[in-house]
């Protein structure tokens, strides 16, 4: 039927842009924020800030990302725990 979306593959869609969005955070030694993010990776460059922004909160929610305000920018910044870790960083777990 016309106009109809299959939910599988919008499961695996997203499951594909939450590795790359983790892919990128693990490169960066630095705290990115949406726009950085999408910029690094040209099949989430065409995703809007609202989409990502869902996408990382699942990941903030797995326990692999974390996020804070930036005041020198204003907005919120991303890191990888992994990162975070590798750096020294005590990192306590969310229950």
């Not at 990128?24 to 609202?50: F, G, H, R, W, Y």
């Not at 990502?52 to 725990?81: C, D, F, H, P, W």
């Amino acid at each position: 039927m016309p106009g109809r979306v299959r939910v599988h593959r919008s499961i695996e869609k997203d499951g594909e842009y939450k590795v790359r969005i983790l892919s990128v955070l693990n490169e960066s030694e630095e705290a990115m924020t949406i726009d950085e993010i999408k910029s690094e990776d040209m099949v989430l460059q065409p995703l809007t800030t609202q989409k990502i922004a869902r996408l990382i909160g699942n990941l903030i929610e797995m326990g692999l990302v974390r996020k804070t305000m930036a005041k020198n920018l204003g907005r919120m910044v991303y890191k990888s725990v992994a990162v975070m870790v590798r750096q020294g960083y005590e990192v306590e777990e969310y229950e």
